[in-house]
């Protein structure tokens, strides 16, 4: 898995592409977070378009991410879900855990909300 990091205004982008998988994409998304975070960015998007596959690692670490930005005082949100990440949430019921965005205008108008 690859991260690309982006900044539109006070709002952080990670450009998620590849399988999310335990050794694969989990330790990576986990330190980027944790860069961020050290950094001081508490308004993070992880952007899904480009992850085809999720499994219960990744799912986790993405979970793990959510409260760890939560408790930092920060807010994370998701964005392009595709319809596999978005079964799997929903079979889940974290699918009710995450502000879900379409579109990357609406997410980054979600923090100032």
Not at 25 to 52: F, H, M, R, T
Not at 76 to 83: E, S
């Amino acid at each position: 898995m690859e991260i690309a990091e982006r900044k539109v205004s006070d709002v952080t982008i990670l450009d998620l592409t590849g399988k999310m998988t335990l050794g694969e994409g989990d330790e990576l998304l986990k330190q980027a977070i944790n860069n961020l975070l050290a950094a001081g960015s508490k308004k993070i998007v992880l952007n899904l378009e480009g992850v085809p596959y999720i499994d219960s690692a990744g799912l986790g670490e993405v979970v793990r991410t959510h409260t760890t930005v939560s408790r930092q005082g920060g807010s994370l949100k998701l964005l392009n879900l595709t319809k596999r990440i978005e079964d799997l949430l929903s079979i889940t019921k974290l699918l009710t855990v995450f502000d879900t965005y379409d579109s990357e205008a609406e997410a980054i108008k979600s923090f100032s909300a």
